[in-house]
């Protein structure tokens, strides 16, 4: 009888244990998509302000007849600044605080906003909303995919991070050499591989906070998985509107 009762008494503590943690995990989801979502918001909110104000737009393109056909010094710093602050917080995530991760982040998600604004210049606005909600249908999908399916992705991972490489190399080739016929299969690529790296991180960020469940640093890890599902919608958005958007 005694051991019945002590039997019992663990099967509910691991019940109670399980339901306590995908209570966390269901909260540790949705902070990651609220930061996520608030990246994105800024990221619009500073596209269309340079969109909207020539004044500002100067400071960072040559723009021709409502059409972006240069960078001025800084377009280029602000192009390139996120790439450095990703390397940075690769290097130091271990030993920077939640405020210093959260800094980070914002100013990256900001300056992409400045990538972003071209798309505006380059495309009708009717055709970057469409292609916007096309993207979000797309990305729910892919995440509610990566978020309930049993299946390990980790070997897929991979091979999308060897595409992701090649998607660059093949980018920097047909700077130099440009074909419309690369840039098609450069577009298809990088919708796939986008594609699949939402499903992927979203099933890593469920992965890291198993590891993370119970310590200091929940924070840190949801917002390391903000960024990398923030970059994944970015890239496939961008690779959409290659082949749904509509020139000015």
């Given at each position: 009888?005694?051991?019945?009762d002590f039997n019992a008494?663990?099967?509910?503590?691991?019940?109670g244990?399980?339901?306590?943690?995908d209570?966390g995990?269901?909260?540790?989801?949705i902070?990651?998509?609220?930061?996520?979502?608030?990246?994105?918001?800024?990221?619009g909110?500073?596209?269309f302000?340079l969109?909207?104000?020539p004044?500002?737009?100067?400071?960072?393109?040559?723009?021709?007849?409502?059409?972006?056909?240069?960078?001025n010094?800084l377009?280029?710093?602000a192009?390139?600044?996120?790439?450095?602050l990703?390397?940075?917080?690769?290097?130091?995530?271990?030993?920077?605080?939640?405020?210093?991760?959260?800094?980070?982040?914002?100013?990256v998600?900001?300056?992409?906003?400045?990538?972003?604004?071209?798309?505006l210049?380059t495309y009708?606005?009717?055709?970057?909303?469409?292609?916007?909600?096309v993207?979000?249908?797309?990305?729910?999908?892919?995440?509610?995919?990566g978020?309930?399916?049993?299946?390990?992705?980790?070997?897929?991972?991979?091979?999308?991070f060897?595409g992701?490489?090649?998607l660059?190399l093949?980018?920097?080739?047909?700077?130099i050499w440009?074909?419309?016929?690369?840039?098609?299969?450069i577009?298809?690529?990088?919708v796939?591989?986008?594609?699949g790296?939402?499903a992927?991180?979203?099933q890593?960020?469920?992965?890291?906070?198993?590891?993370?469940y119970g310590?200091?640093?929940a924070?840190k890890?949801?917002?390391?998985g903000a960024?990398?599902l923030?970059l994944d919608?970015?890239?496939l958005?961008?690779?959409l509107?290659?082949f749904?958007?509509q020139?000015r």
């Amino acid at each position: 009888m005694a051991n019945q009762d002590f039997n019992a008494f663990n099967r509910a503590g691991t019940i109670g244990d399980q339901a306590t943690f995908d209570v966390g995990l269901r909260a540790h989801m949705i902070r990651v998509y609220n930061y996520m979502a608030s990246g994105l918001a800024l990221s619009g909110i500073v596209a269309f302000g340079l969109f909207s104000s020539p004044q500002l737009a100067a400071l960072f393109f040559q723009v021709q007849a409502g059409q972006v056909v240069g960078l001025n010094m800084l377009g280029w710093i602000a192009i390139f600044a996120p790439l450095g602050l990703l390397l940075l917080v690769s290097f130091r995530a271990a030993t920077m605080s939640v405020g210093a991760v959260q800094a980070v982040y914002w100013a990256v998600t900001a300056l992409m906003g400045v990538s972003l604004s071209v798309l505006l210049f380059t495309y009708t606005g009717a055709s970057v909303a469409r292609t916007f909600f096309v993207t979000a249908a797309a990305f729910g999908a892919l995440s509610l995919y990566g978020y309930t399916t049993k299946r390990d992705l980790t070997a897929m991972g991979k091979f999308l991070f060897m595409g992701v490489v090649g998607l660059i190399l093949a980018g920097l080739v047909n700077m130099i050499w440009p074909s419309g016929a690369m840039s098609f299969i450069i577009s298809a690529a990088g919708v796939l591989i986008f594609s699949g790296l939402i499903a992927y991180d979203t099933q890593k960020i469920k992965d890291q906070y198993s590891e993370a469940y119970g310590t200091d640093t929940a924070e840190k890890v949801a917002i390391f998985g903000a960024l990398s599902l923030y970059l994944d919608f970015v890239n496939l958005f961008q690779f959409l509107m290659m082949f749904l958007g509509q020139r000015r």
